[in-house]
């Protein structure tokens, strides 16, 4: 079946810019988390929702930040007012939400700020 | 907070070699512990993971123990192959128990495995 998709998978903005990357989870996943991976470094987690609320949103760096999941499926994560800072890849996971949890991440998006 | 500290890369060698890659944790619980691999052009995999003290976790060759008197859990393989050649993560999770994982990841080990 189909895995978790993500795009664009390239996106470049200039700063001060809004963008939106979307994540079409795997069908019936209940359980959607959101991580950034900057160069170099390991992904660290931003967002997760259960269905179509956000049980922890402690990740997100800032205000700037935002997203959602109206219908519990596709998740969008918004940048407003974007900075050379937030390029980076963004990946976006889904799960059963059952035993036992295990994520299945998407390709990313590449965000670069100009 | 929680923390994954493992070693720098690349790491290089040649097909059939032996394999160690390691892996520390710091976590105030007891986390479940995880391998993924990155391939290139591909998005993030599970290779193996251990949930509790002394768990060996293994697939594809490739094994880890999760130590908690060492809190360590390092990646090994007996022979690898050029087909091992990508980006090995160490990461952990604290909410044991739940339906959220918070995974928490190392920086990351290129390997690259010549013919």
């Known amino acids: 079946g189909a895995g978790v998709s993500q795009t664009p998978s390239n996106k470049v903005t200039e700063k001060g810019k809004y963008v939106e990357l979307r994540c079409d989870p795997i069908?019936?996943?209940?359980?959607l988390y959101w991580y950034r991976q900057s160069l170099g470094q390991g992904p660290e987690f931003l967002i997760y929702f259960q269905g179509t609320g956000a049980a922890d949103d402690s990740g997100l760096p800032n205000d700037r930040f935002f997203a959602v999941r109206p219908e519990g499926s596709v998740s969008t994560l918004k940048i407003q007012r974007t900075e050379r800072g937030d390029s980076a890849v963004y990946l976006c996971?889904?799960?059963?939400?059952?035993?036992?949890?295990?994520?299945?991440f998407g390709p990313g998006t590449r965000l670069t700020v100009t | 907070g929680d923390s994954v500290t493992q070693m720098e890369g690349p790491v290089t060698l040649s097909e059939e070699a032996f394999l160690t890659i390691n892996c520390t944790y710091t976590a105030t619980g007891y986390p479940s512990l995880f391998w993924y691999v990155q391939y290139p052009g591909e998005g993030l995999q599970l290779l193996l993971k251990?949930?509790?003290?002394?768990d060996k976790g293994s697939n594809k060759g490739f094994e880890a123990t999760y130590r908690k008197e060492t809190t360590s859990f390092h990646l090994e393989k007996g022979s690898v192959q050029v087909s091992d050649s990508a980006v090995y993560f160490c990461a952990l999770s604290d909410t044991q128990g739940t339906g959220f994982q918070k995974l928490v990841f190392g920086t990351g080990t290129r390997l690259l495995v010549s013919p």
């Open positions: 996971a889904s799960s059963s939400g059952l035993p036992p949890y295990e994520q299945y």
């Open positions: 069908s019936g996943h209940t359980a």
């Open positions: 251990a949930t509790k003290a002394d």
